[in-house]
């Protein structure tokens, strides 16, 4: 790990377009796990912070003009511990079966991006790195799992 890599966390964000309401039967396996999940998250190694609204998740928050948007975001010590709990914990199960849930975004769906340690990215912050990687694709700005890259200490100390 680089002297910078020891200097900065790992930001994300990801969105989701619902296929149904929240409250429908449709999306009642995605909501009854919300709960267990987020735990998941907060105990794993490497967790650091996760945007919460009402309710301890973030299901109420709408940064979008579109309500069946939703957002997620969350703040860890490296790539590493990201992936971990990404793919290697009870997480993996739910993006199996995101498709019953939601549907395809065009775009990015997901960004990942480095801050320095403390730092908590605001909604704003995070639409704008999701555009950026849409947009131009990844870059050490915004990235994705697929194509990652070290944290660049301009962007790090600039946030």
């Known amino acids: 790990m680089s002297e910078m890599e020891k200097k900065a966390h790992l930001a994300q964000v990801n969105i989701a ?3 149904a309401p929240l409250e429908s039967a449709q999306l009642a396996g995605f909501v009854a796990r919300l709960d267990e999940i987020n735990a ?3 105990r794993s190694p490497g967790f650091v912070w996760r945007l919460q609204g009402s309710g301890g998740n973030a ?4 940064p ?6 939703l957002f997620n975001m969350s ?4 790539l590493e511990a990201l992936r971990a709990y990404v793919y290697g914990s009870s997480h993996r199960e739910l993006l199996k079966q995101r498709g019953e849930w939601f549907s395809k975004f065009e775009g990015a769906y997901a960004a ?10 605001s909604v ?3 639409r704008k790195r999701l555009a950026h990687l849409s947009e131009n694709g990844p ?11 070290a944290p660049d200490p301009a962007l790090v100390e600039a946030g």
């Open 17 to 19: 377009r619902l296929k």
């Open 40 to 42: 998941v998250a907060d």
């Open 59 to 62: 299901t109420s928050l709408r």
């Open 64 to 69: 979008y003009d579109d309500d069946g948007i």
């Open 75 to 78: 703040v860890w010590e490296s």
């Open 112 to 121: 990942l991006w480095w801050v320095a340690q403390g730092h908590r990215p």
């Open 124 to 126: 704003d912050e995070a």
């Open 139 to 149: 870059t050490p700005y915004a990235f994705s799992f697929k194509q990652t890259f």
